[in-house]
C-alpha cells in the first residue's frame, strides 16, 4: 500500500507543516475510493465532459515541447505526472477542496517553455527538484470551465479564459522521499493537505477524463 504524508494547520502564523508519515486507510476522508479495474480506453477527438484533444501538426516532435497555441481563449497550463522507480504516480489532495485529489498542475508565464513551467511548477507545489522528463503528451488537452467556475476564477484573475489548454508531461523522480515537501519552494500559496503514491487504476479513478487521455500516452512507461 502506497504511503502517505500530509500538511495540517497549526496556527495562523504557521499555518502547515508536515505530519509524520503514515499509512493509508479506508476510513481515512482523503482515501481515493471505489479502485476498480483500469482499462485503456482509445483516443479521443471530443467526449461529453467539454475535454477535446487538440493535436500539433505532424512536424512536432514529442521532445520539442512546443510553443503553437491552443485554441483561443483558453488559459495554457501544464500538468505533471510524476512516478517513482515503482512506476506509481504522484498525486495529493487539496487544501480548498477537501477530498479532491490531482495530479500537479499549473499555469504557463508569458514566454515561458511549457516544459520549463512544469518543471517549476513541480518545485513549486512539491518541492521536487530531482525528477528527469520523460515524455510529453505531442498536442494540448482543453477542457471548458463549468460556469459557476469560469466567473469566480475569470473574477479573480481579470481574464476571460473559457477553460484551460493543458500541455502534460511525463517525470521520472530521482530524488529521496525526504525530497517531497508540499510547502513546495516557498514561492507560492500552499495548495496541497496531503500526498501518496498511486496506481494507474487509483488516479483514473477521480474520474477527471483527461487522466484517462494522459494516460493512454504515457501507458508504455507505466507498465
Known amino acids: ?34 479502485f476498480g479495474k483500469f482499462t ?30 491552443p485554441p ?5 497550463n501544464v500538468g505533471i505526472c510524476l512516478i517513482n522507480p ?10 480548498d477542496i477537501p477530498g479532491s485529489w490531482q495530479m500537479p498542475q499549473g499555469g504557463i508565464d508569458d514566454g ?9 511548477e513541480l518545485r513549486e507545489e512539491t518541492g521536487v527538484t530531482s525528477a528527469e522528463v520523460v515524455a510529453e503528451v505531442p498536442y494540448w488537452l482543453t477542457y471548458d470551465f463549468p460556469p459557476e467556475v469560469r466567473e469566480k476564477v475569470n473574477r479573480e484573475w481579470g481574464t476571460d479564459w473559457k477553460g484551460q489548454a493543458q500541455k502534460w508531461f ?3 523522480f ?40 494522459v494516460l493512454v500516452v504515457f501507458a508504455a512507461h507505466l507498465q
Do not use: H
Open 174 to 213: 530521482t530524488g529521496k522521499e525526504e525530497e517531497i515537501d508540499l510547502l513546495g519552494d516557498r514561492s507560492e500559496k500552499t495548495e496541497f493537505f496531503e500526498w501518496s503514491w498511486l496506481s494507474p487504476e487509483q488516479v483514473v479513478d477521480f474520474k477527471k477524463p483527461v487522466y484517462k487521455e
Open 112 to 120: 515561458e517553455n511549457p516544459k520549463d513551467a512544469a518543471i517549476r
Open 72 to 76: 483561443e481563449g483558453y488559459r495554457r
Open 40 to 69: 485503456y480506453p482509445p483516443l479521443l477527438s471530443q467526449c461529453s465532459s467539454g475535454i477535446s484533444f487538440c493535436s500539433l501538426s505532424s512536424s512536432s516532435s514529442s521532445s520539442s515541447s512546443s510553443m503553437e497555441a
Open 170 to 172: 511525463l517525470l521520472k
Open 86 to 95: 515503482s512506476k506509481k504516480i504522484f498525486a495529493a489532495s487539496r487544501i
Open 1 to 34: 500500500m502506497a504511503l502517505r504524508r500530509s500538511v495540517f494547520l497549526e496556527s495562523p502564523l504557521v499555518r502547515r507543516k508536515l505530519q509524520a508519515l503514515k499509512k493509508p486507510t479506508p476510513s481515512s476522508p482523503f482515501y481515493p475510493l471505489n
